[in-house]
T-cell receptor, first 108, second 112 residues
Framework: SQQGEEDPQALSIQEGENATMNCSYK?????LQWYRQNSGRGLVHLIL?????REKHSGRLRVTLDTSKKSSSLLITASRAADTASYFC????????FGAGTRLTVKP | DAGVIQSPRHEVTEMGQEVTLRCKPI?????LFWYRQTMMRGLELLIY????????DSGMPEDRFSAKMPNASFSTLKIQPSEPRDSAVYFC??????????FGPGTRLTVL
């Protein structure tokens, strides 16, 4: 069963623009992770943010976490066509659950 | 490390046949997960193991599905008998804790 819900389900932008994806969840968590999946491939871990952190950066990725609102966002800056993929959030509490994902298309 | 290894990468079979999917986790990882992904249902956790012991199999859809982990370096997911609605991509993932998971490339199963 899924816990995280990503929003939007699909996002299409031009190369160079920023992409923002959101994730909401329902139960308490220890950490939240974002994964990327290219078509036909397995998921690849991008970044992890712990429940006591509010913001984290990794290259062009910026993740925020608001535990009071039970939500997280993933920002990809200066997007590239190669960023086209599906992005999933995963919450880790007593177990680990993945959301339904956001399908990002970056047009060259 | 070669990462998580799954075989076969593609499987096409006829309804009623037995299907066995295989997974070799990353050495040293104590947790192994089996997922199923479809367009309709997204990514579903089927079962996961800790130190070769099944911990949560609540996601296994029905008795036709079974999973084993006879040792720390090998796991199987078996479907018997297979049905067309079992067509999906099946992923295996491993981790050192219930935390960052490393996914295999998946097995694309088509049941005709």
């Amino acid at each position: 069963s899924q816990q995280g819900e990503e929003d939007p389900q699909a996002l299409s932008i031009q190369e160079g623009e920023n992409a923002t994806m959101n994730c909401s969840y329902k139960t308490s968590i220890n950490n939240l992770q974002w994964y990327r999946q290219n078509s036909g491939r397995g998921l690849v871990h991008l970044i992890l943010i712990r429940s006591n952190e509010r913001e984290k950066h990794s290259g062009r990725l910026r993740v925020t976490l608001d535990t009071s609102k039970k939500s997280s966002s993933l920002l990809i800056t200066a997007s590239r066509a190669a960023d086209t993929a599906s992005y999933f959030c995963a919450t880790v509490g007593d177990d680990m659950r993945f959301g339904a994902g956001t399908r990002l298309t970056v047009k060259p | 490390d070669a990462g998580v290894i799954q075989s076969p990468r593609h499987e096409v079979t006829e309804m009623g046949q037995e299907v066995t999917l295989r997974c070799k986790p990353i050495s040293g990882h104590d947790y192994l997960f089996w997922y199923r992904q479809t367009m309709m249902r997204g990514l579903e956790l089927l079962i996961y193991f800790n130190n070769n012991v099944p911990i949560d199999d609540s996601g296994m859809p029905e008795d036709r599905f079974s999973a084993k982990m006879p040792n720390a370096s090998f796991s199987t997911l078996k479907i018997q008998p297979s049905e067309p609605r079992d067509s999906a991509v099946y992923f295996c993932a491993s981790s050192m804790a219930v935390d960052t998971q490393y996914f295999g490339p998946g097995t694309r199963l088509t049941v005709l």
